[in-house]
């Protein structure tokens, strides 16, 4: 999801369920969330069969989240962090591990999501996968055509190839403003790991960035708007942002998502429970109810990303479920990639990269 | 009789604090405890824990336990940012761009708050009105809106693509254009207000003496209306060069990728790098630099206006 953002004071709140009263403390779960991240009818039947009243906060910015750990008592029992975020926050000790024999619904995580889960919480204590999703390419595909016939659309020489993204400069390409995502995908491109922690290989991304930065109009927290209101033709960025453009472009538009062929990033966002969390017995049964397989495959549904339970895909609808996009085919999904936080000296030095790339010298 | 006369003095001496104690608490509160934390964190060191820096300061350790963590306090922070380029570079342009922004401001602000201070008695209060209208909408929100009339498919293109003024789509959002528009857009009510205030209490007699004495209009616009609007000038200029220098959202949603300013910095150092110690000694100077020079620039004009008087 967006994982960089200066718009979290547009965070909107949204309360489901209503005013707290003290003896009802108990029967009441605190959830803290992506914004347009779930289907509210889930959270009314969640209390409707446990009688748990569902509080429930939206954030549209992974920094509002971070800041909100860090600094504790946040009065939240579930959140839903991105990977990398996640694994500083639990390094941090910001989060409690989890009372498995209370998510009796875990018997259906699907075991290569909670594999790739592993690399930022070892051994899966601490955290339930509740969507994933890819970071690819979104394109206008009239503009595309009118301007490239042939053009690479399931390729990242879309934007890394400059004579290419030359031929797109003009009706625009946006790029994630976020350099623990762009940088994997230019050393992937490059043929290098894309995890790769060594400055030298950093430095050759850098330059690649460099030669093209010329035609990249922005580098933009969110695609959404952007691609949807005709801004970007070429945007680099999360699978969702993608579809949601697609689904709100006007009439006429055609917003196509594609995984690149050299592979593309694999995120997660999963849900813990925060150290201090007032109502920890509640924040378990909520997850445990979501990881319901019909009740997940109603969430991703609504939210079109696919989701970390194995089950659930027999209760996904059948377009969704079998669009390469959003659920992609097995020999793609052995070509996306995880990558790991970095260390302060490598997190310094990549934003340093960063702030040349985006200064364009 | 004297008793009567000192304890009249001691009561309105006693309503007096009692006035300022009000503002003071407000400062104290509001200002100077977030500020003295900031700069407590900036003397800390990034750390993986929580509050993601250390020493974290506090009175469960005991006399000697916080006397321990005092000297883990350290100067680091300071010392890069003097040493790291980029942080100077991004001071010099945000100043920059607030200089150039709050010239453009006064240029569009000046004639309206004159013709506002001449409009009409019974027009005034409605035109004020008119300029603190949008301040009921979400800042935020507001400048969402300029995307949608700056973008090449957005209003202002299809406006002049309609009226066959230009044939392809102007370039303006993503340019530092559009960065000067929303922030003239944003920032004006806070030039015109104070200057409105000042010119409509000048004394129309000395224009017209002027007009009597045949000085000819423009003439006696800058040897009367002019100097005599400065302190309202002065006031709006500070009221929008400051909060334009540590500007974060109109760049960020206005402008492109390559606007240096150093709020953008401060963002990279406490959400990125996950730095609250620098990012905190970053806005502590920051400060400092807006602070000082216009304490001092303050002084000065008291002094002179003592003189003067």
């Not at chain 1, 962090?81 to 009796?104: C, H, W, Y």
């Not at chain 2, 006035?19 to 750390?47: E, G, Q």
Request: charged letters at 15%; aromatic letters at 12%.
């Amino acid at each position: 999801m967006k994982k960089f953002s200066g718009r979290t004071m547009l965070a909107a709140v949204i309360v489901a369920g209503g005013a707290a009263s003290a003896a009802a403390a108990d029967k009441e779960v605190h959830v803290y969330n992506w914004s347009n991240y779930i289907d509210d009818s889930i959270l009314a039947d969640f209390t409707k069969a446990t009688g748990i009243k569902v509080v429930y906060d939206v954030y549209d910015s992974m920094e509002t989240l971070e800041a909100k750990m860090f600094t504790g008592r946040s009065g939240y029992d579930v959140v839903v962090p991105t990977d990398r975020n996640m694994q500083v926050l639990i390094e941090a000790g910001a989060f409690q591990k989890l009372d498995k024999s209370k998510i009796p619904n875990l018997q259906y995580a699907w075991p290569d999501i909670y594999k790739r889960l592993a690399t930022y919480d070892p051994g899966n204590e601490y955290a339930v996968n509740y969507m994933w999703g890819t970071t690819g390419l979104g394109y206008d595909k009239a503009k595309i055509d009118a301007r490239m016939p042939d053009a690479p659309v399931n390729s990242m020489d879309m934007i890394f190839k400059p004579e290419v993204a030359a031929k797109f400069a003009d009706c625009g390409i946006y790029m994630l403003n976020s350099p623990e995502d762009v940088m994997p995908a230019a050393l992937n491109y490059l043929g290098l790991p894309p995890d790769s922690k060594s400055k030298e290989d950093l430095q050759k991304a850098t330059d690649l960035l460099l030669k093209i930065r010329p035609y990249v109009r922005k580098f933009d927290s969110s695609l959404i708007n952007p691609l949807a209101t005709g801004e970007a033709c070429v945007a680099f960025g999360f699978s969702g942002d993608i579809l949601q453009a697609r689904d709100t472009a006007k009439s006429g538009v055609e917003i196509v998502y594609s995984i690149p062929k050299e592979g593309a990033l694999l995120w997660m966002d999963s849900m813990v429970i925060p150290k201090d969390a007032p109502n920890p017995e509640a924040a378990l049964a909520f997850i445990n109810y979501i990881q319901t397989p019909e009740v997940i495959a109603k969430a991703t549904n609504f939210v079109k990303y696919p989701n970390g339970n194995l089950e659930s895909q027999k209760y996904v609808d059948p377009a969704i479920l079998k669009d390469p996009t959003i659920y992609p085919p097995a020999d793609t999904m052995a070509h996306l990639y995880t990558t790991t936080p970095n260390s302060d000296e490598i997190q310094d030095a990549m934003t340093a990269l960063w702030q040349q790339v985006l200064a364009g010298k | 009789m004297a008793a009567n006369v000192t304890s009249a003095n001691a009561r309105a001496s006693r309503l007096r604090w009692l006035v300022i104690a009000v503002p003071l608490a407000w400062m104290l509160i509001f200002f100077l405890i977030p500020f003295f934390n900031v700069l407590k964190i900036s003397f800390s060191t990034r750390a993986r824990a929580m509050p993601p820096y250390k020493p974290v300061l506090s009175m469960v350790d005991g006399i000697a336990g916080l006397f321990d963590k005092l000297q883990q306090l350290t100067i680091a922070n300071y010392l890069t940012l003097v040493a790291d380029s980029k942080y100077w570079l991004a001071y010099v342009s945000s100043v920059q761009i607030a200089l150039f922004s709050t010239v453009l401001i006064v240029l569009v602000a000046y004639p309206i708050a004159y013709g506002m201070a001449r409009a009409p008695r019974q027009w005034r209060t409605t035109l004020v009105m008119l300029v603190i209208l949008p301040f009921w909408t979400s800042f935020l929100i507001r400048v969402y809106a300029w995307i949608g009339i700056l973008s090449d498919e957005g209003l202002l293109n299809q406006v002049l693509m309609q009226l066959g003024l230009i044939d392809q789509p102007l370039r303006i959002l993503t340019t530092n254009w559009a960065v000067y528009i929303g922030i003239v857009y944003s920032y004006l009510p806070f030039m015109i207000l104070p200057l409105y205030a000042t010119l409509e209490k000048l004394d129309e007699t000395l224009l017209e003496a002027a007009e009597d004495l045949g000085c000819p209009p423009m003439k006696a616009f800058w040897t009367i209306t002019f100097p005599l609007s400065l302190p309202g000038l002065i006031a709006g200029c500070f009221l929008v060069f400051i909060p334009i220098t540590g500007e974060f959202v109109i760049p960020d949603l206005l402008g492109g990728s390559g606007t240096l300013m150093i709020g953008k910095t401060l963002w990279y150092e406490f959400f990125n790098n996950r730095n609250w110690p620098l990012a905190s000694a970053v806005a502590v100077v920051l400060l400092l630099l807006l602070v000082v020079p216009i304490v001092i620039f303050q002084n000065q004009q008291q002094k002179q206006a003592e003189k003067s008087r």
